[in-house]
């Protein structure tokens, strides 16, 4: 059973920071690429931040050069480094994470169960 835990959320002020961790456990084999999506109330889920396995990253237009995703292999946990927060930005985040549990298996598409972040203005 794999598992994603996510903490890291909370309120913060507009132009404040904050530091969203996620962690995988259970039975994995390896982990590809892993990442953020965020919905907001009324709104589809949207993707924020990827990263690869290489540490490739990609980032949603709304967020370049205010967030940052990082990963540590070692410790199966993906970061997202939020700063320049906005009121736009307040959302549940949900961690992915596409791990292959099973050797010979392809990868699958696993989700934590959301962080609330609240921007106030």
């Known amino acids: 059973q794999v598992q994603l835990a996510e903490s890291g959320g909370g309120l913060v002020q507009a132009g404040g920071s904050l530091r969203l961790s996620c962690e995988a456990s259970g039975t994995i084999v390896s982990i590809n690429a892993m990442g953020w999506y965020r919905q907001a109330p009324g709104e589809q889920r949207e993707l924020v931040a990827g990263?690869?396995?290489?540490?490739?990253?990609n980032y949603a237009d709304s967020v370049k050069g205010r967030f940052t995703v990082s990963r540590d292999n070692a410790k199966n946990t993906v970061y997202l480094q939020m700063n320049s927060l906005k009121p736009e930005d307040t959302a549940v985040y949900y961690c992915?994470?596409?791990?292959?549990?099973?050797?010979?298996?392809?990868?699958?598409?696993?989700w934590g169960k959301g962080t609330l972040v609240t921007v106030s203005s």
């Open positions: 990263i690869t396995s290489g540490a490739g990253t």
């Open positions: 992915h994470a596409e791990i292959v549990p099973v050797a010979g298996f392809y990868g699958m598409d696993y």
